[in-house]
């Protein structure tokens, strides 16, 4: 398991590394930025799932806030 997850890393970190430069050499300075940012998350993410983390839904902070309103206007 840990070498999967190194292999992933290392893999994504140059391809990630190349692909910032191209952005770079094109002077897209924010395209560069977002994409690092953007490679970073499904790095930490692909990371955790490698290592059999279970990850929360992304839908959970909108059922927070819109579950509590759904009930409101049921009661009515």
Same mark, same amino acid.
Do not use: D
């Given at each position: /398991?840990? !070498?999967?997850? !190194?292999?992933? %890393?290392? +893999?994504?970190? =140059?391809?990630?590394?190349?692909? %910032?430069?191209?952005?770079?050499?094109?002077?897209?300075?924010? %395209? $560069?930025? +977002?994409?690092?940012? @953007? /490679? =970073? @998350?499904?790095?930490? $993410?692909?990371?955790?799932?490698?290592?059999?983390?279970?990850?929360?839904?992304?839908? !959970?902070?909108?059922?927070?806030?819109?579950?509590?309103?759904?009930?409101?206007? @049921?009661?009515?």
């Amino acid at each position: /398991m840990i !070498v999967q997850i !190194v292999t992933f %890393v290392i +893999l994504t970190l =140059g391809w990630s590394f190349y692909r %910032v430069r191209f952005f770079l050499n094109k002077n897209q300075l924010k %395209v $560069a930025v +977002l994409y690092s940012c @953007l /490679m =970073g @998350l499904c790095m930490i $993410a692909g990371s955790l799932l490698f290592a059999h983390v279970h990850i929360p839904s992304t839908t !959970v902070p909108m059922r927070i806030i819109f579950e509590p309103i759904g009930k409101i206007i @049921l009661q009515q």
